[in-house]
């Protein structure tokens, strides 16, 4: 009866959490009680799955978008990406209470976070720090990580009361990240197709989109995630004249594509040239990053440079970059942020997310970081 429970509430919180609202992302706080308390280590994987798969619901509908394909794909996706989360929480549970369990729940978190664990790291609770800390940065970052410690201990009432008092405080002052003046992000309604870029028309419709936010004062220009499409001379040459006697300097997201595969980049554009920015650490698994096909002598699929280009210097600033899953997890964030950037710039291509909340979770989070560092904040999304 108490494994029903806690699975109820955990569901609650990750359905409630990650609703796509910034301001509710705190409830996620409260997961690591909930593994604490299960009466055993099945009952903490079912715990964990509960919150797992109820952050995530919108994958089945999202797969079903992409790969057109039926719902029984869809879930298996959805129980498979959960796999992970699920496993690493189970194996580190532990019925002694005391500071073994934090030092458990500790490595799970940072398991979570990074590679390969971290790939399929979402619905972080960490991502909430910068709700209930805004502006600390690394010490918000820190505070938030020893609350949820302490949520796993005997002390969880008062932890509880202490973050909950920090986001009421910061829920009464709240504001989102601003984007710097001159700097617009332009979201577009293009929608999509899998295999499919832009073409000849969605390029002079985005070039002209550019033009007119240019010509209401806007010197810098942020565009989707693939607005650009496959980046080719013929492209290039398109853009280059098209934006001939403006001024403005856009960032665009597209593909570069070779005999190996992919890579999924942001590009500099202006009437003087064009500029690579960057290269994206982490792909969605599965759809576009496929590393099972190089054990199998086959090439194709995008690139994770997981690593990578945490900055890029555009516009006259330092960025950091993030396209579309990687407002999900949490390393290139918080990788990003140990170089110091002046914005965050966070592109993405939804269309395949129609009837789900994915966008409005990816936009939650980003939200949650920019404010954590106190930093500007650019977002563009395609849907």
Known sequence: MKTVGLTMLAVAAGAIGWSGNPLTLPLAFVFPALWANAPSRIAAAIVSAGYFLAAARGLPQGVVNYFGSGIAEGLALWLGASLAFVAVHAVLWTSRPGRGRAVRYAVAAVLMSVPPFG????????TAAGIV????????????????????????????????????????????????????????????????????????ETIAAVKATAGRGHKVVVLPEGAAGVWTPTVERLWVRGL???????????????????????VEVASKGVRFLYRQRMPVPISMWQPWLALIGEFGGARAHLFANPLSDFGGVRVAPLICYEQLIVWPLLQSALYSPDIIVATGNGWWTDGTSIVAIQKSATIAWARLFELPLIMAFNI
Do not use: C
Request: charge should be negative; proline fraction near 6%; glycine fraction near 14%.
């Open 119 to 126: 790939i399929v790291g979402w619905a972080h609770p960490i």
């Open 133 to 204: 800390f805004p502006g600390w940065g690394w010490w918000g970052l820190a505070a938030a990580a020893i609350g949820l410690l302490a949520m796993t201990t005997k002390v969880w009432p008062i932890a509880t009361l202490v973050l909950g008092g920090a986001f009421a405080w910061s829920a009464a002052t709240w504001t989102e990240p601003s984007p710097p003046q001159g700097w617009i992000g332009v979201d577009t309604e293009f929608g999509g197709e899998r295999g499919e870029y832009a073409g000849l028309f969605q390029h002079r």
């Open 244 to 266: 001939k006697s403006v001024d403005v300097t856009v960032n665009a997201g597209a593909i570069l594509v070779d005999k190996q595969g992919y890579d999924n980049v942001l």
